[in-house]
């Protein structure tokens, strides 16, 4: 019997991660409040974080970084087949601090701090975690990805104090019980090679 291949035949875009929260008011039909957080180990821009967020606790759309060098690559390279708005490079990148608190098998918090905004993203409740492989090609995207969900039942986005009202709604991913909001850790982004 052949050795199974052990090596990606891809390209790595970008490892880290990208959790994300999306709330709706009417089950996931619309979305009320759309986050996306990216601790990005390592990329051609280097390494950091951004926050993407909509929501009208910031009053439309947000770039916070603290390295805007990543947050323009992410907009180039994956937001752009992810959440079109996000993409948009004429939005200006806010320097934040990026800090997590709690742990997985409990309540995991993401602050993000400005100048003049302090986000907060939370996940609790917790279901169990799967991995998401979508190679090169597939669902239209000439990029893939290979991600850890932890898809949560309970999750928050607050900007100064003030929380959002929408909420998680449950969502089936490619037939794994699910959630609108998921910590997506492990997280690496591949492209065909050359």
């Given at each position: 019997m052949p050795d199974?291949?052990?090596?990606?035949?891809?390209?790595?875009?970008?490892?880290?991660?990208?959790?994300?929260?999306?709330?709706?008011?009417d089950g996931g039909k619309?979305?009320?409040?759309r986050v996306s957080?990216?601790?990005?180990?390592?990329?051609?821009?280097?390494?950091?974080?951004?926050?993407?967020?909509?929501?009208?606790?910031?009053?439309?759309?947000?770039?916070y970084a603290d390295n805007?060098?990543?947050?323009?690559?992410?907009?180039?390279?994956?937001?752009?087949?992810?959440?079109?708005?996000f993409a948009?490079?004429?939005?200006p990148v806010i320097?934040?601090?990026?800090?997590?608190?709690g742990n997985s098998l409990s309540t995991v918090e993401e602050r993000v701090i400005s100048d003049e905004d302090e986000v907060i993203l939370s996940w609790w409740d917790l279901m169990a975690p799967f991995v998401l492989t979508v190679p090169p090609g597939a669902m239209d995207r000439?990029?893939?990805?290979?991600?850890?969900?932890?898809?949560?039942r309970g999750a928050q986005l607050s900007v100064n104090g003030a929380a959002a009202t929408a909420k998680v709604f449950l969502q089936d991913r490619f037939g794994r019980p699910g959630s609108s909001c998921c910590l997506a850790w492990s997280e690496t982004w591949t492209k065909p090679r050359g």
């Amino acid at each position: 019997m052949p050795d199974p291949q052990m090596v990606d035949p891809h390209d790595v875009v970008m490892t880290g991660e990208n959790s994300f929260v999306r709330l709706s008011m009417d089950g996931g039909k619309t979305i009320a409040d759309r986050v996306s957080h990216w601790r990005v180990l390592w990329s051609p821009a280097g390494q950091g974080h951004a926050l993407f967020v909509e929501s009208p606790l910031t009053k439309g759309l947000r770039v916070y970084a603290d390295n805007a060098g990543v947050a323009r690559f992410l907009q180039r390279t994956i937001e752009l087949l992810l959440h079109k708005p996000f993409a948009d490079e004429s939005l200006p990148v806010i320097d934040a601090e990026f800090e997590r608190t709690g742990n997985s098998l409990s309540t995991v918090e993401e602050r993000v701090i400005s100048d003049e905004d302090e986000v907060i993203l939370s996940w609790w409740d917790l279901m169990a975690p799967f991995v998401l492989t979508v190679p090169p090609g597939a669902m239209d995207r000439p990029i893939g990805v290979y991600s850890t969900f932890l898809p949560a039942r309970g999750a928050q986005l607050s900007v100064n104090g003030a929380a959002a009202t929408a909420k998680v709604f449950l969502q089936d991913r490619f037939g794994r019980p699910g959630s609108s909001c998921c910590l997506a850790w492990s997280e690496t982004w591949t492209k065909p090679r050359g």
